[in-house]
């Protein structure tokens, strides 16, 4: 589905992630896991096209960016805009609609389950700021089913909610896994990882691991992990070859 080639990614070329060579293929249900900083983030803007690659490039094989999802992490998401949680459910219909086209009754279904799915049955009319950190997740989440996307990128989901709202969140993506959607998410918490990711990418500005997660989450790894992150603090100016 996705092929990184000898990518490298980062900012005013202060690489960070060197020379990734690594795939993504349709089914996985990976886990994308590093230390802060590591560039899982940055991994995710790079395959949605919003940070551009310093060298190297990814390959899309049988998706295009409309068949992509992305779910950023909800500090990035501002919740003070006047909209109801029907309505901003409904802003994830955008790609179908344009911006003018008014919501069928069709669509105004698909909200309402999207929206029972995620156990917010009854929150259409709440505004966004009178939900809770946890029920604006699930709303978070409820937007994007409604888009039945091929590739879910989702940017540490599960950060400041409870246990049972991740309990919840995993089951909605275990549902949409189960429907052919290819899953990648940022995870930091690596019980979570094992129980719930069959495989994980682990990174530490370069790749370190690939594979089933028991085996990438290795004290070894993990260790490796940790001591390319303290040593990168301060990284280089990427060298870059010209012809
Ligand atoms: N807009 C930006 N401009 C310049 N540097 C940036 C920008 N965004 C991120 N960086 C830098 O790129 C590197 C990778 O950041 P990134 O956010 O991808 O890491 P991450 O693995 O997602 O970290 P975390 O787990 O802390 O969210 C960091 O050194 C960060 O400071």
């Known amino acids: 589905m996705l092929r990184f080639e000898n990518l490298t990614i980062g900012y005013d070329r202060h690489p960070a ?8 293929a349709k089914g996985d249900f990976l886990a994308l896991v590093g230390p802060n900083g590591a560039g899982k983030s940055t991994l995710l803007k790079t395959i949605l096209g919003h940070v551009l690659p310093i060298e ?25 805009f006047p909209m109801t949680v029907g309505q901003f459910t409904g802003t994830g219909l955008w790609y179908e609609n ?4 008014r919501i069928t009754a069709d669509q105004r279904e698909r909200i309402q389950l999207a929206l029972a799915k995620v156990g917010l049955k009854g929150f259409e009319k709440r505004t966004l700021n009178a939900l809770s950190g946890g029920q604006f997740q699930r709303l978070l989440f409820a ?15 599960f950060s400041a909610v409870d246990e049972a709202t991740i309990e919840d969140l ?3 993506l275990i549902e949409q896994h189960q429907a052919g959607a290819t899953i990648v ?12 990711f069959p495989q994980t990418m ?3 500005r370069e790749l370190i691991a690939h594979g089933p997660s028991n085996e990438v989450l290795s004290a070894d790894n993990i260790n490796k992990a940790n001591s390319v992150a303290l040593g990168a603090i301060h990284a280089e100016v990427c060298e870059v070859k010209h012809d």
């Not at 089913?145 to 940017?155: G, K, R, S, Y």
């Not at 940022?186 to 719930?196: A, G, I, P, Q, T």
Request: charge should be positive; proline fraction near 4%; avoid cysteine.
């Open 17 to 24: 992630v060197h020379h990734l060579n690594a795939h993504i």
């Open 56 to 80: 190297g490039h990814v390959e899309f094989n049988g998706i295009v960016k409309s068949d992509i999802s992305y779910l950023p992490q909800s500090s990035a998401v501002d919740r003070r």
């Open 98 to 101: 344009g911006p003018f086209k």
């Open 143 to 157: 937007r994007k089913l409604i888009q039945n996307a091929q590739l879910l990128l989702l940017d540490e989901p």
């Open 170 to 172: 995993m089951q909605v």
């Open 185 to 196: 998410a940022v995870v930091h918490n690596s019980d979570l990882v094992r129980r719930y």
């Open 202 to 204: 682990l990174l530490s």
